[in-house]
């Protein structure tokens, strides 16, 4: 028991540090319930699927957040979050000291915004953004390359949820100051 002595009152310290200097968790939202209206992103890609790969993925994120509910029923929302896949490219090689290539870069090009449906105002916009990630060519092609826009969705996705979680709570903290 003497020796667990350290590690609890290392804890407790934590505890009451953080508890009394103001941090918070990015990724929990603790204002009003608000219910988004998220359509299926459009794929102006010859990759199919990969629309639907990040609406699962998106909505996995959101789920975090018992104050965000997701609908399909855009009359029933407070905002829409919509996006658009707008290219997905192959263009980058990094060759090694033999002249062989090593990795594959995949480029994903995306457009998305989130938009209050009550008063019309954009909250966040990000017209052009490009996702990269690198694979190796050593490996099958399709295996990594899928592999490689997994990361892409997974990592846009997370921004996506933690940048709505942000405007979300700069948009309840303009409401507050203003009367």
């Given at each position: 028991m003497k020796k667990n002595i350290p590690c609890i009152l290392l804890f407790v310290a934590v505890t009451i540090l953080f508890s009394g200097c103001g941090y918070y968790?990015?990724?929990v939202y603790d204002g009003p319930t608000k219910t988004i209206y998220m359509?299926?992103?459009?794929?102006?890609?010859?990759?199919?699927?990969?629309?639907?790969?990040?609406?699962?993925?998106?909505?996995r994120w959101f789920q975090q957040s018992e104050a965000i509910i997701l609908t399909k029923d855009k009359s029933k929302a407070q905002l829409i979050l919509a996006?658009?896949?707008?290219?997905?490219?192959?263009?980058?090689?990094?060759?090694?000291g033999d002249t062989v290539?090593?990795?594959?870069?995949?480029?994903?090009?995306?457009?998305?915004?989130l938009k209050d449906l009550e008063t019309g105002k954009l909250l966040w916009e990000v017209p052009?953004?490009?996702?990269?990630?690198d694979y190796?060519?050593?490996v099958l092609s399709t295996v990594a390359e899928n592999e490689a826009l997994e990361t892409i969705i997974d990592d846009l996705?997370?921004?996506?949820?933690?940048?709505?979680?942000?405007?979300l709570r700069k948009e309840n903290s303009t409401r507050q100051e203003t009367p």
């Open positions: 968790f990015p990724s359509p299926e992103w459009k794929n102006r890609t010859s990759k199919l699927g990969i629309d639907i790969t990040l609406y699962k993925t998106l909505s996006g658009e896949i707008v290219s997905i490219d192959l263009p980058s090689i990094a060759w090694g290539t090593t990795d594959v870069k995949i480029r994903l090009g995306v457009r998305y915004v052009h953004e490009i996702w990269t990630e190796p060519s050593r996705s997370e921004r996506i949820y933690l940048g709505t979680l942000n405007n």
